[in-house]
């Protein structure tokens, strides 16, 4: 299953909101994870199942969709949400990750 | 607290192979699959296999399929990825993480250099 993210990059101010799109090449139902990865860092969970919050996670994110298109919304960007986000598929293997959204904030 | 701790960094020439561990804490380590997943430098991740640590089943990606072999011992909670006939294209940063519904731990990653 081909994961595809976009856009590739994405520049912001604090304060603004921005979504980023993953869609996979066939249907997934809700099993999509959203992570955000930090340079020298591993991934960390934010989302799965599409749209559920992971424990500990600010509430200014949030994940929709289900079937074969999600998105990732950020609300309120702050200065440490400057990174970089993989969705992932875990409906079939082999596992699949997009090829990442890297988030600049202005 | 759950933590996965990874084995340290790794230098292997082309057709060597290596192993990276990854010790569990903090949960029932038969509990869980766990997963491992790679990511070369300025690169995206990719996802290599899965191994659940009851049974020993296991499951890799077919990019790796005749070259990882994945393991584990229950008996100090660890499991293992070898990889054999390294190249150079597989120097990378190799995680290992815990799937629950999504992968919601990880290790603090291996680096393994291949190079001649």
């Known amino acids: 299953i081909q994961m595809t993210q976009s856009p590739s990059t994405l520049s912001a101010f604090v304060g603004d909101r921005v979504t980023v799109t993953c869609r996979a090449s066939q249907r997934i139902d809700q099993w999509l994870a959203w992570y955000q990865e930090k340079p020298g860092k591993a991934p960390s969970l934010l989302i799965y199942e599409a749209s559920t919050l992971q424990s500990g996670v600010s509430s200014r994110f949030s994940g929709r969709g289900s079937g074969a298109e999600f998105t990732l919304t950020i609300s309120g960007l702050q200065p440490d949400d400057s990174a970089t986000y993989f969705c992932?598929?875990?409906?079939?293997?082999?596992?699949?990750f997009g090829q990442g959204t890297k988030l600049e904030i202005k | 607290q759950v933590q996965l701790v990874q084995s340290g960094a790794e230098v292997r020439k082309p057709g060597a192979s290596v192993t990276v561990s990854c010790k569990a804490s903090?949960?029932?380590?038969?509990?869980?699959?766990m997963h491992w997943v790679r990511q070369a430098a300025g690169q995206g991740l990719e996802w290599m296999g899965w191994?659940?640590?009851?049974?020993?089943?296991?499951g890799s990606s077919p990019e790796f399929y005749d070259r990882v072999t994945l393991t584990r011992d229950t008996s100090i909670r660890t499991a293992y990825m070898e990889l054999r006939n390294l190249r150079p294209d597989d120097t990378a940063v190799y995680y290992c993480?815990?799937?629950?519904?999504?992968?919601?731990?990880w290790g603090q990653g291996t680096l393994v250099t291949v190079s001649s």
């Open positions: 992932q598929q875990y409906d079939a293997y082999p596992y699949t």
């Open positions: 993480a815990r799937q629950v519904s999504g992968m919601d731990y």
């Open positions: 903090g949960y029932k380590f038969t509990s869980r699959d």
């Open positions: 191994i659940n640590p009851e049974s020993g089943a296991t």
